[in-house]
């Protein structure tokens, strides 16, 4: 039976720090690491250099980044243009909710996982602060399990196939603290949706998360 250290898992690394954490969750699980970074069309995506770093700091055995532009199939203000205003974690559908990103991005990581003889996904959901993104839920991670087990080569040779999200019912402050246990280096972190050449914005649904979750910590962000 094979032990912790021999299971290999892909990890969708968005250079944020949500997936910066959880990967080093993953290295600490003894998983041994495919990274896969989507270049979707995002206009936030100086996330993808943070991700780079990472990758290298966590000492994954290959890095993926795949040109994947949902700008013309999607709707969102992350790729079509539209504004990102505060909307609040909780208030609905958010501005920056694109349409089924997650599913897109599990499909593509599902794929590599079949690839590379891969059981695990692991990704940065958090459930406690996603409550407008429907594709960012346990029932969606069991359900989209089950397509994985049903529609692959290695499901129906009865290999296993889980979605892994270590953060999912953590706060943002045992989130920063966790990471931090973890040896995360939050300068090579990236969070805000609308930068500016000076850094981030510090007014998105994103920057004001991460500054609660410094804030609760009782620990300084290194971006501010």
């Given at each position: 039976m ?8 892909v990890?969708?690394?968005?250079g ?5 954490i959880?990967?080093?969750a ?5 998983r ?6 989507l ?7 100086r ?6 770093w990472?990758?290298r700091?966590?000492?994954?055995e290959r ?6 532009p949902l700008g013309?199939?999607a ?5 079509d ?9 909780k208030?609905g559908?958010?501005?920056t909710?694109v349409?089924f990103?997650?599913?897109?991005f599990l499909a593509?990581?599902a794929?590599?996982?079949?690839s590379?003889?891969?059981?695990e ?8 602060d996603?409550?407008?993104y429907?594709?960012?839920?346990p029932?969606?991670?069991?359900a989209?399990?089950?397509?994985v ?11 296993a196939?889980?979605i892994?999200?270590p ?9 920063v603290r ?14 805000c ?5 000076q850094?981030?914005c510090?007014?998105c ?11 609760e910590?009782?620990l300084?962000?290194?971006?501010e």
């Open positions: 094979a032990t912790n250290a021999a299971v290999k898992a990890l969708l690394l968005s944020g720090m949500d997936s910066a959880t990967g080093a993953a290295r600490a699980r003894g041994r690491l495919v990274s896969l970074s270049h979707y069309g995002q206009r936030h995506a996330e993808l250099k943070a991700a780079r990472q990758a700091a966590l000492g994954v890095h993926i980044e795949l040109k994947l013309p199939i709707s969102g203000a992350l790729v243009g539209g504004a990102i205003r505060q909307s609040g974690v208030a559908k958010p501005a909710y349409s990103r997650n599913g897109v593509a990581a794929s590599l996982a079949e590379v003889g891969a059981g996904v692991w990704g940065g959901w958090c459930f406690t996603q409550a407008g429907p594709d960012c839920t029932g969606f991670f069991r989209f399990e089950r397509a087990r049903a529609g692959t080569w290695a499901g129906r040779e009865g290999r196939f889980k892994v999200a953060l999912g019912r953590l706060g943002k402050a045992a989130s966790l990471g931090l246990r973890l040896g995360v280096d939050y300068r090579h972190t990236w969070t949706y609308q930068p500016s050449s850094g981030p510090g007014r649904d994103a920057c004001r998360l991460r500054a609660q979750g410094f804030a910590a009782r300084k962000d290194p971006l």
